[in-house]
C-alpha cells in the first residue's frame, strides 16, 4: 500500500472517530520512516486548540488500536492546519470559506496567474474568489497552488497579476 493510499483510507476511516470530538478531520499525511508517521489535520470552529489534538490523539489511538489496516508500527501527530496552509483536498475550499488565500493558476490564452482573495468556496468544477469586490471563478484543474494568508499579508501582493 503506498503512503497516499493509506492516507486516503484513514481519511474516510477515521473521520468519525476525529468527528466525535468536536473538530473537522481536514486531511491525513502518512510519511514512511522506520515508524510510519500519520499525521492527522483537524480544525474547530475558531481553530484547533491544544486540547482539541490531545483529545483526538487519544481517540485515535483508539481507532488505529483496532483498525485492522494500521501500520505495524506508527507514531500519531495531531496538529491544526496552521495560519498558511496549503490547500490540498478539494473539501479543504469549502471548509476554509471565507479565509484569505493565495492561489497560482495557468489560464488558457493567459498564462500563470496569481490571485490573492477572499475564499467563496467550489461552485461545480470551479474556485470562487472574491479579489477586490470582483468575484472571479477559477476552474479547479487549473489551480496549481494555493495558501491561507494571514491577514496581515493581504497587501503584500497584487491581485489577479499576470506572472
Request: charged letters at 40%.
Amino acid at each position: 500500500m503506498t503512503a497516499r493510499s493509506l492516507a486516503d483510507e484513514l481519511l474516510e476511516h477515521a473521520r468519525e472517530t476525529v468527528e466525535k470530538e468536536g473538530v473537522a478531520l481536514l486531511d491525513v499525511e502518512v510519511a514512511p520512516r522506520p515508524r510510519t508517521l500519520l499525521r492527522f489535520v483537524i480544525d474547530g470552529e475558531g481553530g484547533a486548540t491544544i486540547r482539541d489534538c490531545v483529545r483526538v490523539d487519544r481517540a485515535l489511538a483508539g481507532f488505529l488500536a483496532t483498525w485492522e489496516r494500521a501500520p505495524e508500527s506508527y507514531v500519531i501527530e495531531v496538529t491544526s492546519p496552521g495560519l498558511d496552509r496549503r490547500l490540498r483536498r478539494d473539501e479543504e475550499y469549502d471548509h476554509f470559506r471565507g479565509r484569505l488565500v493565495r492561489l497560482h493558476a495557468e489560464i488558457e490564452d493567459e498564462g500563470a496567474r496569481e490571485w490573492v482573495g477572499v475564499l467563496g468556496g467550489r461552485d461545480g468544477g470551479d474556485v470562487i474568489l472574491c479579489v477586490e469586490d470582483e468575484i472571479v471563478r477559477i476552474p479547479k484543474e487549473r489551480i496549481r497552488s494555493a495558501r491561507l494568508l494571514f491577514k496581515k499579508e493581504q497587501g503584500k501582493s497584487g491581485s489577479g497579476r499576470k506572472k
